[in-house]
């Protein structure tokens, strides 16, 4: 076994991103930041005004365009904007989406990719098949072309990975691409901005990190290193996310949910997840579902179909969240129950006629078949759906 380290190079924390940036880039020598912000983010406040201001040298360009689940037309028009401003580095705004389109953008300028067939070459398929480059981190130099800063406004985890969900929306599934230094160079985390970033979207993502610590902690591929960062992941989400139902300006626990998706996503890319999160990417890409409401509703239905092959896994879990006496799945639902979000798959209106498809599709998807209790059958991927039910 191994633990490889991504290339990102700093976290910077508990500071207002229009004093970081600036600092930043002129750590690194940029001086042409192409922007990427959400569009809520670039329309609904003024904090996108105040950071342009605080960089001294201008930018090279600003994208709002990128919607969810980073559907590949979006990524391939940003590509198109990014090259043409001759900018020396990318900077996010945003969740995961926008951060995924981001290390799209740098894998295409990286190998010097321009027709959207020479891309798809670099993709792996939800039903497992890829191209001939996918994951060939032989065919890439020894500098990147183009990096990334990231300013995450939502607890996904997608900066610290190497890996970019791209949508294709003629048939409604999601392509993997990665590459040695998609992650970012540096992260930083403003809790400020998060008084912007819708209440649901926030809490929903917060449980997508926590799937990450809990299926990260559930694989085969535990290490005393990764065991540690994910139970405390575990921990303080549990303590944190309860202040932010009532007041969404407690800085310490928006603080500190930022600092347990740092913990959570330590094995990103390093160590597999299971059926939450490859059943949750077939509910994004064909359901339309919001990628923390897939969480939501998978993960404590997943735990509860692992439980009899992971006992000892779950009565850490649930220990480290703070009822060590109540099964683990209970644990995770009461907590996703008692921020108001979304429990079952009716909730998020996934219509019970799409079950079957689903269940098929997620078979074959390369993560789902990675689950710590082995999924055999499709019988096997209905039965999840049914507890989720």
Known sequence: MEYTYSALHKVIFSEPAEVALPRLLQEYGYQRPFLVASNGLATATADLKSLREALPLGIAGLGTSIRAHTP???ALALLVRVRSSNADVIVSIGGGSVIDA???????MEQDLHAESDLLEYAQQGDGSHGSKHGDFGLFSAAAAIRQIAIPTTLSGAEFSNNAGILNTQTGSKEGYKGPRLCPQAILYDPALAAHTPKWLWLSTAIRS??????????????????GHFLHAMRLFSESLPALTESFSDAAALNENQQAVWLACCGLGTVPHGASHGIGYILGSLCGVPHGYTSCVMLPAVLEWNQSELQAQMLSIAAAMGSPTVPAHAVVKKLISSLGLPTTLREVKVPRSKLDEIA?????HPVVKRNPRAILSVDDVRQILELAW
């Open 72 to 74: 590949r037309e979006d």
């Open 102 to 108: 981001c290390k799209f953008v740098q894998l295409a």
């Open 210 to 227: 926590l799937d990450h610590a809990v299926e990260g902690y559930c694989s085969g591929h535990r290490t005393p290193f990764l065991d």
């Open 360 to 364: 098929a599709r997620a078979f074959q």
